[in-house]
């Protein structure tokens, strides 16, 4: 299957006063398309980053990252901005829903940015809010909402532009076990059913077993990298 | 991102921080109204002024005295030095010649008693002009102006000076249209058919009031049947009052009242050597009373003015007193201009405050719309806008209320402001406080104008926040 994401090289280094941090060392890694893959590793490990890299919201020391066939380490802020309109979905730890806005709104905000005009908002948004079993709730604020359908709202922020990459930083990190198992069932689901791949990044096992591929994470190295279905081939 | 999702957003965002809103906009409420108070006081007087300057007759005419200019009283204050020059044909021909003035017309005041059938002026205003150039100083709103050599007792009445004609009656003294016209009543009806009735004139009040005495050897003064060609249009308080004659009847009429009145003199000062001594010294004066000069425009005004002074004639014109006058209401103006610009100013830092404080508070918020694509320039048109929204809306609330204040002001004539705005006039429409729509405008428009510019560097600021430190920011 063809690469949907390619990093070649990839170092990212901060510096703290005089200190240089390595965050990321020469990694290189490709996404196939349609597939689900979790980052794993302990807090520190570098999984943040390498996410922040590809989702083109930090940019890499040196290497080059191909994400649809662009090289985003060499796209301005400008068209950033625009690339991750088109191309990418987020779902956060903490769901990040503008609290000034409805259930309903918060779905449509990504297409409020691309000028989408509002009839076809409305419609796509109350697909995305069935899909997630929250299209009686369309009119609540995040406030009028649990944790958990706070965080199917912002599954269906992540989907409803149809991206081809949906990144899920921690994204049960904040809910309990039954809720957690609810929330990965409906986020794997729906990218199966859209065909659309997913990147995971979490420290839990659990999590990682709903994966195709886990990608292990130390010390800003790629550790290992398993396939789920029994095989594993070694890290470089 | 389309316009009407912009506004929409910031219009919520606004409104979930309503005490926070609702406080910043008052900054700019009092900071607008304040503004525009001081600016209206300002106008209110400039409108006063422009009244009154109507009121003095046309501003392009000077009007020269036969006394000295007020330059030949010595240091000491002691008299004239000289002399003051005569105001004869040659002046006037003089006065011509300056540069700027379209021409120069000798006048002859005097007070003349009229009657028509029941109707009595008892004294009015005639003026004597060279009837060959009235036309440059006036215009007819009826009939006709005075024509050479044609109107020996033609009169043209100016606007108002019909009114002064009452029925005679034991109990009557003035006109009760004259008193009526002050108070407001402008529409007043005519009861003198000017251009149909004849009008007796006379140099005696003898004439209206029945009581005339006799000088003997003299032969009591016979009225003039004069008839009115004409009516002025409007040229201040004291041409709309006056009637207008040829100047060579009027002096006529001024040499026959001067004959009059010595004869009188001797015959009352009969026996006294030093009335005697007075009245032979009364001789006829040369020259001219006043003649009025008028100029091409405005501009050459003062010029001409100095020019007529340097020749050592006093002379005036409208908006000479007015001119100290109205320099100090404008440091006045400015003063209270001053004020209210202060308090625009810290209106605008409470917005810019505002504005920062919501950044910081959101910047979580901030962060989430550039990582799911918001772009740069729409973080920046959301804060920018939600900071004219707030100044535009200070801005209209801030009109309203002034206008509020406005009315108060001119509705309880508070003798407090009238100290601030120099009350000159005694109108009845003459106002404390005038709010244009010019102004109306221009305080919206720089109140949201203050929104856009204090708004522009926390917007610049919420637009470079990085989107992972943001999110970061718990």
Redesign the interface.
């Known amino acids: 299957m063809e690469n949907i994401i390619e990093l070649k090289d990839i170092r990212k280094v901060y510096r703290m006063g005089d200190e240089k941090i390595i965050a990321l060392n020469d990694i290189s890694l490709s996404f196939e398309r349609e597939k689900i893959y979790c980052l794993l590793g302990t807090s520190g490990s570098g999984k943040s980053t390498l996410l ?1 890299l590809i ?1 083109g ?2 940019k890499p020391t040196k290497g080059e990252i191909v994400f649809c066939e662009e090289h985003i380490e060499r796209l301005s ?2 068209q950033l ?2 690339f ?3 191309h ?3 779902v ?1 730890q903490s769901y ?1 829903l ?4 409805n259930a309903m709104e918060n779905v449509t ?2 297409l ?4 989408a005009p509002k009839n076809l908002r409305q419609k796509k948004a109350a697909e995305m809010l069935k899909a997630v079993g929250l299209l009686n709730r369309a009119r609540h604020k995040p406030s009028q909402m649990s944790g958990g359908q706070q965080q199917r709202v912002s599954i269906a ?2 989907f409803i ?1 149809n991206p081809r990459v949906v990144f899920a930083d921690e994204p049960t990190g904040n809910l309990d076990s039954k809720t957690t198992t609810e929330m990965m069932d409906l986020i794997t689901s729906i990218a199966h059913t859209r065909k659309q791949t997913l990147i995971i990044v979490t420290h839990d096992m659990e999590i990682a077993s709903y994966s195709d591929e886990i990608i292990r994470i130390k010390d800003g190295l790629v550790e290992s990298i398993e396939r789920t279905k029994g095989e594993t081939k070694c890290g470089e | ?2 316009n009407l ?1 912009v506004v929409s ?1 910031c219009a ?2 606004l409104l ?1 921080r309503k005490l926070r809103t609702f406080l910043t906009v008052l900054g700019v409420v009092i900071g607008v109204a304040s503004i525009v108070v001081m600016i209206s006081l300002g106008l209110a007087v400039n409108d006063r002024f422009d009244k009154e300057l109507k009121n003095m007759g046309d501003a392009t005419v000077i009007t020269v005295y036969n006394y000295g200019s007020v330059e030949m009283i010595d240091d000491a204050g002691q008299g004239l030095k000289r002399p003051a020059p005569v105001l004869d044909d040659n002046a006037v021909a003089n006065f011509g010649r300056i540069p700027g003035v379209r021409a120069a017309a000798a006048f002859q005041q005097m007070y003349l008693y009229m009657k028509s059938g029941r109707y009595v002026l008892p004294g009015i205003t005639v003026y004597g002009i060279d009837p060959k150039i009235m036309d440059v100083f006036y215009e007819a709103s009826e009939g006709r102006l005075l024509e050479a050599g044609n109107d020996r007792y033609g009169m043209v009445f100016g606007i108002n000076a019909e009114l002064n004609f009452y029925k005679k009656s034991k109990n009557t003294w003035y006109s009760e249209r004259v008193q009526q016209y002050w108070m407001g009543e402008e529409d007043q009806p005519r009861l003198v058919d000017l251009f149909n009735s004849a009008i007796s004139v006379s140099i005696d009040s003898g004439m209206v009031f029945d009581s005339s005495e006799t000088i003997p050897g003299l032969r009591p003064f016979q009225p003039i049947r004069a008839e009115c060609v004409g009516v002025l249009k409007s040229y201040g308080y004291q041409a709309d009052n006056a009637i207008f004659m040829d100047i060579t009847t009027v002096r006529k009429l001024q040499a026959d009242q001067r004959k009059r009145e010595q004869a009188a003199n001797d015959y009352y000062n009969a026996g006294s050597s030093v009335g005697v001594a007075a009245s032979r010294g009364a001789r006829q004066p040369v020259g001219y009373e006043t003649v009025q000069v008028k100029c091409d425009d405005m501009k050459s005004v003062r010029a001409v003015s100095k020019e007529i002074k340097s020749m050592g004639f006093y002379a005036e014109f409208p908006s000479e007193s007015l001119d100290s006058l109205q320099s100090m209401a404008a440091g006045m103006q400015a003063l209270l201009g001053a004020i209210g610009a202060v308090s625009l100013l810290v209106a605008a830092i409470g917005i810019a405050n505002t504005m920062i404080m919501s950044i910081y508070e959101r910047t ?2 901030i ?10 320039s ?1 973080i920046r048109k959301l804060f920018l806008l939600e900071a004219v929204m707030i100044g535009f809306t200070g801005g209209v609330l801030g009109i309203l209320l002034s206008l509020f204040i406005s009315y108060l002001l001119n509705s309880s004539e508070f003798s407090f402001f009238s100290v601030f705005t120099a009350n000159l006039s005694q109108e009845s429409d003459s106002v404390i406080s005038l709010i244009t729509p010019w102004l109306c405008g221009a305080a919206a428009f720089f109140s949201t104008l203050i929104g856009l510019i204090s708004g522009y560097f926390p917007a610049r600021r919420a637009m470079r926040l990085s ?2 430190n943001a ?1 970061n920011n718990v």
Do not use: W
Not at chain 1, 112 to 115: A, D, E, L, R, W
Not at chain 2, 367 to 376: D, Q, R
């Open positions: 922040n989702a919201l930090e802020e400008k901005a625009l991750r309109q088109k990418v979905g987020f956060f990040n503008l609290p000034t806005l905000l990504p409020i940015f691309s000028g922020r992540a532009n | 991102m389309n999702d957003m919520r965002s979930k979580r918020e962060g989430v719309m550039k990582v799911i694509g918001a772009a740069l729409d989107a992972v999110l």
